[in-house]
T-cell receptor
């Protein structure tokens, strides 16, 4: 089983709608979870970090963590065309490495 | 967020030569730095993890003699691609974090290496 799994997409969402991105991870010991955004040809940019079960909100972004289900999600409200990018889920493993999923390509339809 | 500076952003070199890429944390102490490689439309693949003052830990399948990593200070790590070949052409990205599990890693701008 891969350590961090994401649906590769593309996920197409109308402008103004909510985009929902999902991620599962395999290592139950993991304590730190991150969402990064990567535009084509650029390096990843940190959007959110989450460490505790539940929701964490920052502006239009909400990260959700369920450690029992080993599931992390990212919601983007009021989606904008500039949100079109690849979203990478990352997990800090038990040996303090940060491992990435393959990323989900998000396309916001104007 | 914290700033990580990576240089050069783009380099073209001839086969057989070596290329050094620098990764600097500008406003925090990076006890751990990660080096990733990303091929077009592919995911980030962790190559190695380096901790300041100790040898880097390489992922399976990554040749440590080919990809030399030095993390001599809390603000600088370097990756040297030795005897580069065209198949080494890729996007190399570093990230840096402070110690502890609950700390974010911040990325440099990446280096696009083309070996001709």
């Amino acid at each position: 089983q891969k350590e961090v799994e994401q649906n590769s997409g593309p996920l197409s969402v109308p402008e103004g709608a909510i985009a929902s991105l999902n991620c599962t991870y395999s290592d139950r010991v993991s304590q730190s979870f991150f969402w990064y955004r990567q535009y084509s040809g650029k390096s990843p940019e940190l959007i959110m970090s989450i460490y505790s079960n539940g929701d964490k909100e920052d502006g239009r972004f909400t990260a959700q963590l369920n450690k029992a289900s080993q599931y992390v999600s990212l919601l983007i409200r009021d989606s904008q065309p500039s949100d079109s990018a690849t979203y990478l889920c990352a997990v800090n493993t038990r040996d303090d490495k940060i491992i990435f999923g393959k990323g989900t390509r998000l396309h916001i339809l104007p | 967020g914290a700033v990580v500076s990576q240089h050069p952003s783009r380099v073209i070199c001839k086969s057989g030569t070596s290329v050094k890429i620098e990764c600097r944390s500008l406003d925090f102490q990076a006890t751990t730095m990660f080096w990733y490689r990303q091929f077009p439309k592919k995911s980030l693949m962790l190559m190695a993890t380096s901790n300041e003052g100790s040898k880097a830990t390489y992922e399976q399948g990554v040749e440590k003699d080919k990809f030399l990593i030095n993390h001599a200070s809390l603000t600088l790590s370097t990756l040297t691609v030795t005897s580069a070949h065209p198949e080494d052409s890729s996007f190399y990205i570093c990230s840096a974090k402070n110690s502890g599990m609950n700390t974010e890693a911040f990325f440099g701008q990446g280096t696009r290496l083309t070996v001709v």
